[in-house]
């Protein structure tokens, strides 16, 4: 199972900050949080990754809280491209293999 | 260009037919994964792989075979067991590693239809 929860969707005007939440309570010491986003027959795209602390890229920020049990993706400018399911995952060790569990994800709907 | 390459991008199979997807990579990533996503849900892990000649079952292996012969090759074969192949197939890599941040890398994916 996940071990995320995300709502199930969202809506963001063009231009504006799109802010996705995501709970992750259970997460262990040293598992990372993943954002993925994935736009309709097409694979996966890496978006950003955090440990403790906050992270910006090119494409969007990751505020993770104190106590990691939720973070918070930031789309500080949204387009009409951003329209994807953005999934939240934590990284999995199992076995000493690495895996993702994906959830359902949240589907980000930017309006013109 | 650097990249997971999955061919083909659209197949269609019969009843009762094995057909078997490629997943190509030139990332010289040592672990391989794939999943498989049902129309509107999230995605199910079939088997990865970490070396080569090495590969163990997901939370859906069943109906589906994989070999890791090469590093850069992962392909996956969906057998006549498989009872509800209809899907989207994604195929991923990553470098191995133990509890890291490196990234899973994913590519187009390959849509499968039983006819």
């Known amino acids: 199972d996940a071990k995320t929860t995300q709502p199930p969707s969202m809506d963001c005007a063009e231009g504006r900050a799109a802010n996705l939440p995501c709970n992750h309570s259970?997460?262990?010491?040293?598992?990372?949080v993943y954002w993925y986003r994935q736009i309709h027959s097409q694979g996966p795209q890496y978006i950003i990754h955090g440990l403790k602390n906050n992270e910006t890229n090119e494409m969007a920020s990751l505020i993770i809280t104190e106590d990691r049990k939720s973070s918070t993706l930031i789309l500080p400018h949204a387009t009409l491209r951003d329209t994807a399911v953005y999934y939240c995952?934590?990284?999995?060790?199992?076995?000493?293999?690495?895996?993702?569990?994906f959830g359902k994800g949240t589907k980000l709907t930017v309006n013109p | 260009d650097g990249g997971i390459t999955q061919s083909p991008k659209y197949l269609f199979r019969k009843e009762g037919q094995n057909v078997t997807l490629s997943c190509e990579q030139n990332?010289?990533?040592?672990?391989m994964y794939w999943y498989r996503q049902d129309p509107g849900q999230g995605l199910r892990l079939i088997y990865y792989?970490?070396?080569?000649?090495?590969?163990q079952k997901g939370d859906i292996a069943e109906g589906y075979s994989v070999s890791r012969e090469k590093k850069e090759s992962f392909p996956l074969t969906v057998t006549s067991a498989q009872k509800n192949p209809t899907a989207f197939y994604l195929c991923a890599s990553s470098t191995l590693t133990g509890l890291s941040g490196n990234t899973i890398y994913f590519g187009e994916g390959s849509w499968l239809t039983v006819v």
């Open positions: 990332l010289n990533h040592d672990a």
């Open positions: 792989s970490q070396i080569v000649n090495d590969f």
């Open positions: 259970t997460i262990s010491g040293n598992e990372y």
């Open positions: 995952i934590v990284r999995v060790a199992q076995g000493g293999s690495e895996k993702l569990v």
